[in-house]
């Protein structure tokens, strides 16, 4: 398997000090392949291939990668939107602005997507501005 493309996306990342290592593990079938770049703290030690990681949410990697199996089945596409398999999520509502009321909103333009939900960009966002409600 050529990882080649993988290191290639992912080394920026670390040259550029976003994260000081990973770990990327890619598979197809039997076939697995590890990358390990950088190191597991600012100079601190080389990442190894079994070294630990603080993972604080396993659930949305776990769902997405149910998610995505449904895709390659053809059972649910990208651009499908949520509203059948999660109606809490229909007819959903966006605030005018981030830092108006909480009671300030309106319809959203488009229905929460699939592809939103794998991208978590469905509008629960964590804003950059604390002082925001």
């Not at 080649?4 to 990327?24: E, N």
């Not at 076939?31 to 190894?48: F, K, S, T, Y």
Request: net charge negative; proline share 8%.
């Amino acid at each position: 398997m050529n990882v080649r493309p993988v290191i290639d996306a992912l080394a920026p990342h670390v040259d550029a000090g976003d994260v000081s290592g990973l770990v990327a593990v890619v598979g197809r079938g039997a076939d697995v392949e590890v990358v390990v770049l950088g190191d597991q703290a600012i100079g601190g030690a080389p990442m190894r291939e079994e070294s630990l990681f603080r993972i604080a949410s396993v659930g949305k990697p776990i769902t997405a990668a149910a998610v995505l199996t449904l895709v390659t089945d053809g059972r649910l596409r990208l651009d499908d939107p949520v509203d059948d398999i999660l109606p809490e999520l229909a007819s959903p509502r966006v605030m005018r602005r981030v830092s108006g009321p909480l009671d300030d909103t309106v319809s959203a333009v488009r229905p929460i997507l699939v592809e939103d939900l794998l991208r978590s960009t469905n509008g629960h966002g964590f804003p950059s501005d604390f002082s925001s409600p």
